[in-house]
């Protein structure tokens, strides 16, 4: 089957499916630093949040941004945030900031 002969239905299947797999790897990938995917992928764990919201509200769902969070994050983003992140680098902010310009 080619990717051009998928119906709608099954298309946001799959995609459905890769982002529980993402978000499921992200979980493994604690020690990734959402400074870091934002600085070499241009995205982290809170734009999927956002981009979790944006899709809700687009189906007229209203949920709160802190529940894409936990979604996203697989538990409280406070409680992600002291267990996991740590203090962003001099260097990791100045590569930040520098691509955001």
């Known amino acids: 089957m080619k990717i051009d002969d998928l119906t709608?239905?099954?298309q946001t299947q799959l995609e459905a499916a890769v982002l529980k797999r993402l978000i499921a790897h992200l979980d493994t990938r604690s020690d990734v630093q959402n400074i870091d995917l934002m600085n070499m992928a241009g995205f982290c764990r809170n734009c999927l949040s956002k981009?979790?919201?944006a899709a809700a509200q687009e189906q007229h769902?209203?949920?709160?941004?802190?529940?894409?969070r936990e979604r996203i994050y697989g538990m409280p983003y406070e409680t992600w945030k002291q267990q996991h992140q740590k203090e962003a680098s001099q260097e990791q902010l100045a590569t930040f900031n520098t691509r955001k310009e």
């Open 8 to 10: 709608p239905e099954l």
């Open 51 to 53: 981009w979790y919201l």
């Open 61 to 68: 769902i209203a949920l709160e941004y802190e529940d894409a």
